[in-house]
Each structure stands twice: as structure tokens, then as C-alpha cells.
């Protein structure tokens, strides 16, 4: 909601329904007011307006509607935030679950949120590098204003380093050295093509650098699979990851959403809506 439909306003009286009653048997509100915010001594109240408007700026409240009272209203200061975005007000309401949240953000712009039921995502992504590219990626586009949708994100890693430790090999390969992963035990690279003859080996990485390996050195290979596609959980939760085999905009299976490995802030911002768009 815009905060110039919001009308702030400090009274002299306790928040109560009787008193809010009182106070609105005479208030008059701007033309675009739809919503009070009303405050008393450090307590906060929301109220739903209707007005009867003449030709004026002002029209008297001719019906409303309290929202909340003190007791299931939160007043919080965010001084960076957006308070205009619908990802930021759905993450803000997770965490006061039941309660109004009036919030104080970017500008001093006031806002509040109710009932709103955030839509969950899960950011799949694997490091290094850090941080996780997909992770910052979504996180722009949701902060974008171009999701308005009520999208709250928990962030899955696989991290290679860690995924190495479950090899049963004396040494590890990673698919690239431009990554810098390292392992606690012995490790090398497959892009830098190494001798492995005589070398006990294991290959963390994808499906695709194992067809890579495959084929440079003509045998198989102990293989811990860190694809993201190859490790969403199935539970319905939905999810975007990157996959090499995505070369541009998005593509869906069933609860997950692909965008390419090289993916832009306006192909994760496409592929949100998408995912959320399917049934």
C-alpha cells in the first residue's frame, strides 16, 4: 500500500475501541486516505476508513474498520527498506506471524502489512565462489519492485569443499580452478587436464563435468553429484537453481524453476513470476 494512502496521525486518548469510536465520529481524512495509523504513548492502531467526499481535499469518515489495536500491532524502524515492496513486507510479516507490523522504512515513508501470507522459495545454489551468485541475484531482483509478489527465500548451499569430505578416495577433483575450491585431503582440477594414472580419485561436481571426464580420460569415476537440479528435496517446495543446460531465460519441472548458470537479475526476476505462476 502507498504510504500516501496511509494517514499517521498521535492522539491523546488510549487505543481502545471505544475510544477509536469516539475519535471517529468527527475525523476527517485526505481524498487518498484509505487507512489510519494511529498513535498513543508508544502504542500503535490501525483502522480502515471509508469517507464521504465532497468536491474538498477532506471528506468525513462516514464508515471504518479497526485493523488492529496495541496489543496485536508492532512498530518497527527499518531505515533501508522499501516500504512499498511487496517481497520486504512479506518477509517482515514472517516474522511477527499474527501481528500488524507498522513499519518506519527508506525516506521515513510508513507502511504497514496484515495478514499477509508470504509465498516461500528456496535458493538452491552451490559455492564456491562466494557469496552464492544465485542467492545475490534473487536478492536484487526481489528488492527490484518488480516482483510484486509476497516471495520470502531460504537459502540452500551446497559447498563443494564440504562435499568433498564424503569422498572415500586419498584425492578429490573439482570441475574448475577459477573456483577455488579446495579440499582438506589432496585435490586438483579437471579443466587443468592432470595425469591421474595410478591415482585413487573421486569427482565432486556435476553430471556434465562427469560426461567431461568421461570422455578425457575414457573410464569412470567415483562421483559425489553437486548439481543443484539433482539435489532439490521432494517436497513440493518451490525452488530456482541454475543449471548449465539452461542457456537463457528460464525453464520449469515441475516445482523448480532453471535459469542459466550465467543467469541476469531480469531472467531470475522472469523466472520468480513463472514458477509462482504455475499450478
Known sequence: MHCKDISVRSVDVDLTAENIAELMKDWRAYKRAAH??????????????????????????????IVSLP????YVEIPDMDVLNVPALARLQSSYPGKAVVVKGLFSHISFVKDMEPLKLRVLDSVP???????????IALASGYVELPVVTEDVI???????????????????EGSATVADKKYCYLDK???????????????????????LYGKEVPFINVCPKDNVPDDGMKTI????RVKSGHEIDGNVVMVPWGATVPEVVEAIKAIFSEQ
Open 129 to 139: 565462489p562466494h557469496p552464492s551468485k544465485l542467492g545475490h541475484l534473487t536478492k
Open 193 to 215: 587436464v592432470p595425469n591421474i594414472e595410478g591415482r585413487d580419485i573421486t569427482l565432486v561436481g556435476c553430471r556434465l563435468s562427469k560426461r567431461i571426464f568421461t570422455e
Open 71 to 74: 496489543e496485536n500491532t508492532v
Open 36 to 65: 489510519l495509523v494511529l498513535e498513543h504513548e508508544g502504542g500503535y492502531a490501525v483502522v480502515r476508513i471509508d469517507k464521504a467526499m465532497g468536491e474538498g481535499l477532506f471528506g468525513k469518515v462516514s464508515d471504518y474498520e
Open 158 to 176: 551446497i559447498d563443494f569443499s564440504v562435499e568433498s569430505r564424503k569422498a572415500e578416495t586419498e584425492e578429490v577433483m573439482f570441475p574448475c
Open 241 to 244: 537453481v541454475k543449471c548449465c
